[in-house]
């Protein structure tokens, strides 16, 4: 996970196309390396950071004026993905088919969610300063809603993120409607990679 977190912005700068590029908000090429890249390391985060793209995507669909454009490169991007995380996919589909010996373990998800603290910084924790860059960040947002569309987005759906992978969300009636989770989201501080 921490080599898909330092990988992490480089996709984000997806967003950057998505936001600022009116013609051509997604460059399929560059989207589907980065993407690939991520699942050779750690495929549950490219997961994450595509669901993170999500609300960007549909802000540049409707402001593109190449929606048709826009929507043929997602699919370049997607199928290039597809075939270069092949030995990925295709090697969990072999093995989850047949194999009931080798099943990820399960995690209780209310015990493995972002931690705040004062002195720690490991992934699943984040500093009490972190927090409060995170609150006047937010607080500056607000305060300058119309400047920029690329630092409210980010703002706020980096906020939204954190706050789905802390212990506000309740973590234990998911896991009891959802059991599967305990096994295949695990922990739910990695959405961070998101944020």
Known sequence: ?????A???????QVLYMINDERKPIHWLSLALIMSLIAQVHLLSTVYIACTFVPFAIYALV???AKKQMIIDFFKALGTTLVLTANVWGGLLVLYSHNKISLPNQYN?????VKYKKFINLHGFLLIS????LIFQLIYV?????ESVLNTMVTIIALVILLLASNLMPWAQIQAHFPSLKSSLQFPYRLAVGA
Do not use: F
Request: proline share 3%; charged share 10%; no cysteine.
């Open 1 to 5: 996970m921490a080599w898909d977190a």
């Open 7 to 13: 990988l992490a912005p480089y996709a984000m700068m």
């Open 63 to 65: 402001k593109t004026s």
């Open 109 to 113: 998800l209310y015990y493995h969610v």
């Open 130 to 133: 972190m927090v409060l860059l």
């Open 142 to 146: 607000l305060t300058h809603l119309r």
